[in-house]
């Protein structure tokens, strides 16, 4: 189920969701130095990150599933946000050439029709960032925060489903080393708890962040063919070439 878009909100603006938002970030940015001229698009709740990258895109929308609810981004200028079904995007083929996925594909009833309907959207080439909670973390194990909320993953449930989907892991890496505790002692460490889990590359991590590139081929499914409008069919109680009934009257008259 679905966190609620409140909630969500509450812990980005607590030290503990600020410094996971840090740890989370600073792979991203690592990945997509120079997002200028591209089209960006967050998927679930990715406001939180889609702000670092919105300078320098073209341009940049945030959408968050109907299940969990939406709430107006960025705060200054004209709202780039929406409610949508998340394996129906309001967009056409090829149109986006980063897809951030923040808080999704934990909760998204169909995984693989979320990453389709991605793939579906995404350039030639394009790419997408995906984070969502460790199924060997110890940030799963709690649910006071939203990685502790849905079904988390392994890295090798990630490789399967992405490989169904089309998609090709370019860069692999894990955050959220430190533990999911408000404790100020803690969060100040938390930088050198994601250097050393990083470097030595620890057990226990909170989320998986991947990067994956759009393959280039795909044989053509059937959910794209139920997109296209069925055609118009003859009424069933009234097919093509019945002759109409005659009442009482018109036998009347066809007998005089």
Known sequence: MALD???????YSTPLGQTARGAIARLAQGWWDNCAGLSLMGVGYATPYLDAFRPAALRALAFMPAEQGVVNWPADGASASALIETT??????????????????ETAEHPGALLEEIWRVLTPGGRMILVCPNRSG????????????GQPWSRRQLRDLMRQSLFSPANWAEALYFPPFSSRTLLRAAQAFETIGAKLSLPGAGAHVVE???????????????RRALPGLPPVLAPAGATTFAGPSAKKETNA
Not at 5 to 11: E, K
Not at 212 to 226: D, E, F, I, N, S
């Open 138 to 149: 110890v940030w799963a194990r709690f649910d006071t925060t939203p990685f502790g909320h």
């Open 5 to 11: 878009v409140v909630d969500l909100r509450g812990f």
């Open 88 to 105: 129906l995007l309001p967009l056409p083929d090829s149109c986006i050439d980063r897809v951030l996925v923040v808080h999704a594909l």
């Open 212 to 226: 994956a590139t759009k393959q280039l081929y795909r044989p053509v499914g059937a959910r794209r063919l139920a």
